[in-house]
């Protein structure tokens, strides 16, 4: 069997699809984190094997949950660490569905420490949100809203 004819150009872009596909458990925001660690102590007169991202991704995940489990959520002398989410690791946002042309609130993962990392940096929080009495944050319009989420707004943006 002869190999296909591609241009070097052609082979990179497989080995790129090759990598997405076998890292897409990674998400985006972690894959330069974890191929960091797993890095670190990589010999670079060998080639490096992309799959050793996936159990330094494993364990960015472990060590970070490691992490959160040894801290208490709220600390002893009853101050909290994160004013969005208020060392829970999740925030709940008035958000603005335009397919149903209504406010709903549902929470979404914080940016901080008390959230597991393979979540955080889910949500963009905006200067101009101001929480409400039930500790609910609520953007001033639906134009600093973060992005419904439901079914049909998702759909929608496809298009
Ligand atoms: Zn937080
Ligand atoms: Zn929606």
């Known amino acids: 069997m002869s190999s296909l004819p591609l241009s070097e150009d052609d082979e990179l872009k497989l080995a790129v699809i090759a990598w997405q596909d076998a890292l897409h458990e990674v998400p985006d925001h972690l894959l330069v984190p974890a191929w960091r660690k797993a890095t670190r102590d990589h010999n670079w007169f060998k080639p490096f094997p992309v799959m050793a991202i996936l159990p330094a991704y494993q364990q960015l995940i472990a060590e970070d949950r490691a992490k959160r489990q040894s801290t208490p959520h709220y600390r002893a002398d009853g101050t909290v660490a994160c ?16 397919t ?12 901080c420490a008390a959230t597991p990392i393979s979540q955080r940096a889910a949500v963009n929080i905006r200067a101009d949100w101001q929480r409400n009495d039930r500790g609910q944050w609520v ?7 973060p992005r419904c989420q439901c079914g049909f707004c998702r759909q929608r943006r496809h298009h």
């Open 139 to 145: 953007p001033s319009d639906s134009s600093t809203s």
């Open 100 to 111: 149903g042309n209504e406010w709903y609130t549902p929470v979404y993962p914080c940016e």
């Open 83 to 98: 004013r969005w989410c208020l060392d829970t690791g999740y925030v709940p946002v008035a958000t603005y569905c335009p």
